[in-house]
């Protein structure tokens, strides 16, 4: 007890984590623990059966090792570490240290648990995070498809801005694929259809002319004549039904845009001043470009006349042609009624039309034509009034010159 009330306070002084470590002075003569720490502990201190502590206290070096049941832990397995201590050298004692392994391996498995816990509630959050915008993504999308196939595709906004211009490219070429496809059809029909209806209107029209001159329908002449005018116009019609097919061979060859436009220009200036309106051409150098010049012909002169006829007050009509390589400009503007927004996404289809005495075939031969030429038409309204009709060719484009059956 003597040696314990002076090594005692010393052990008590040292700041240890006291449920895991515990050290202190083994007595060889005593045979027993004279003082223990971080805290006294009493029982510890009354052991007097040396074999309790094994070969705990009896070699005659530093020793570190593992010990399994150990009575300093009550029972637990320990790691320990025991330094003899000498006064004329004889072992007259020894200092030691251990750790209670159980406790140690208990704390390293809660620390596990705890960030496994910790990691799968991570993980659940991202799941239910990653679902929930999943579904709102397939809510948007299928809202969108709905939209698609109203044909509001291009109203369409999403509640997910981001997702806004992606959708809005998507129901662009939607459009523009539901465009071709639709000219596509028409083109087949009038394949088959065309020919088929031309010969008997020619042999009809041979006729009307053979007989309206004959001197015994004189009285008649003028129906004659207003019969074949309305041949001659369902000719018309049926020469530009043909234009739409698929099959019809077209004549690519390197051409300069602002030339097929001058050539044609005299006739256009014909038909715009007979409608009291006035032609501009605003052309800049471009590239020569592979052009099938009858087609583009027919192009210039149908998206003039629609500006003619929007314009029945008169009005000016723009055609400009500029470049950015490798992109060439062709744009129509007109000072007409503008293209009224609900039918903005019709154009091109074949029979549309606004007009009591329309076909509708004018801008769907257009589209037909450019498409062919792989180029892009785009119309628009100007502010101030009016419409513009943009082509976009380019000069890397291959020309579409294949014959389908
Ligand atoms: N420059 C324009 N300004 C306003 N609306 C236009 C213009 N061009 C075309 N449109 C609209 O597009 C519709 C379709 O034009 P499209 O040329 O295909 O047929 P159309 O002119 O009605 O008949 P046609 O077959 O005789 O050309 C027109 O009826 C008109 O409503
Ligand atoms: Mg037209």
Redesign the pocket.
Known sequence: MLLNEQLQPVLNNIFIPTYVVKFGIYSTKLQRIVAIGPEMDKSLLALDDPGLFGNLFQADTVTVGRQEHSVLWYGAQILYFVRPIRCEGEIVGYIFACDNLDKVKADILRTYEKTMLGSVIALIIAIILFQEIFIRFKRELSLFADAIVDGHGKKFHSKITELNPILQYISEQTERMARLDRLNIIGEMAASIGHEVRNPLTTVRGFLQYIGNKQAFETYKSHFLLMIDELDRANGIIT?FLSLAKNKVMDFKESDLNTVIREVAPLLEADVLRYNCQLELDLKDVPALMLDVGSLRQVIL??V???I??MPQGGMIKICTYSDAPRVFLTFT?E????PSE?IDK??TPF????ET???????VCYRIIQRHNARMV?ENVPGGG?R?TITFSQAAQPDNEVRK
Do not use: M, S, V, Y
């Open positions: 530009d149908n998206i006349r629609n500006g006829e929007a007109d007409g009624t503008g293209i039918i154009l091109g549309f039309t606004t007009k329309g076909t509708g075939l004018g801008l769907a119309a419409a009709f």
